[in-house]
């Protein structure tokens, strides 16, 4: 999938263009940073799809936000999503870099950085799928599947509660972010969808949906990841089906089994200069950043 265009959206503080084109390449070598495999092949990198699947903005929010996200790819398979991002520091003349995390693949990641990197993500387990209920048999044809799963995503609603707990709906976005019909491991097909926040277009829960073949029958399953610091729940049809509320061990930063993972890495100028590293700190949530001269 090509890159999305990004929105001109009246309120931010700057033009959302001016930035994402000079941040886009310090995303792409913040990604190629990580590597990543599962716990069963680790010598066996994961692949990552180097062009982002897609951009977005959170121009509504007090500091406007900007980012893109990529997926580290197994035999074809979503295996994690990554977003970096960034927006203007609170005191540094750059702009905070920060990463935010989901394991996708159902088997648990082995996960490193660069040798000096301040902050990590250590996940626990793998993303739980489960059975679509009332979803019918995939079909026998990957275009008739794909409409399958846009209708099935459909189902699908969700909504958020911010800090004031305000409640705010997310939108689905109808098309698929990314398609992998000729995946392997018993998946005959999958899409990963979003839903996104009402403030812009910053993607708040990803829910896949996959046909799985195990012994003679087919079937529709799905899985929901959260992909923010706010409380979320999403329900199919009538039902709640999903929620992740922050609390003692599923805060702002990780869940309980650190599938998700949100942090400040560094900030930089838009010519990529390192100007600080940031470090998580429990007197500031976003985390401490640490001037280069002073280090």
Same mark, same amino acid.
């Given at each position: ?37 599962? $716990? ?15 951009? !977005? ?9 900007? #980012? ?34 989901? %394991? ?14 301040? @902050? ?15 979803? #019918?048999?995939?079909?026998?044809? %990957?275009? %008739? ?12 609603? #969700?909504?958020?509660? @911010? ?19 000729? %995946? ?21 829960? !990803? ?23 706010? @409380? ?7 039902? $709640?089906? !999903? ?7 599923? @805060? ?32 500031? !949530? ?6 280069? $001269?002073?280090?």
């Amino acid at each position: 999938m090509g890159l999305l265009c990004l929105l001109m959206l009246a309120g931010a503080e700057e033009p959302v263009d001016a930035s994402a084109k000079k941040m886009l390449p310090i995303y792409v070598r913040e990604a190629t940073e990580y590597s990543l495999a599962v $716990e069963s092949a680790p010598k066996k990198e994961l692949e990552l799809k180097k062009e982002p699947v897609f951009e !977005w903005t959170n121009p509504l929010r007090s500091t406007p936000q900007q #980012g893109v996200v990529f997926l580290w790819l197994r035999n074809g398979r979503p295996a994690a999503i990554g977003s970096i991002f960034s927006q203007k520091d609170d005191s540094l003349p750059g702009r905070r870099v920060a990463h935010e995390l989901h %394991a996708l693949d159902r088997e648990k990641l082995l996960v490193s950085r660069p040798a000096g990197a301040l @902050n990590e993500w250590k996940p626990q387990a793998g993303l739980e799928r489960k059975v679509l209920p009332d979803a #019918g048999t995939p079909a026998t044809t %990957a275009g %008739a599947r794909l409409t399958q799963m846009r209708r099935l995503a459909q189902e699908f609603t #969700g909504h958020e509660t @911010n800090e004031d707990d305000k409640r705010e709906d997310l939108r689905l976005l109808p098309a698929p972010l990314y398609r992998y019909p000729e %995946a392997k491991d018993g998946v005959v097909d999958g899409a990963l969808f979003t839903l996104v926040s009402t403030e812009g277009t910053d993607p708040e829960v !990803w829910l896949l949906i996959e046909a799985r073949k195990e012994g003679g029958t087919t079937r529709w399953e799905y899985a929901c990841a959260r992909f923010s610091n706010r @409380n979320l729940y999403v329900r199919h049809k009538d039902k $709640e089906v !999903w929620s992740s509320v922050r609390g003692e061990n599923d @805060n702002v930063h990780h869940d309980s089994l650190h599938l998700y993972r949100l942090f400040g890495d560094k900030v930089v100028d838009l010519e990529g200069k390192l100007l600080a590293r940031v470090r998580e700190s429990p007197k500031v !949530w976003y985390g401490e950043a640490i001037p280069i $001269e002073d280090k």
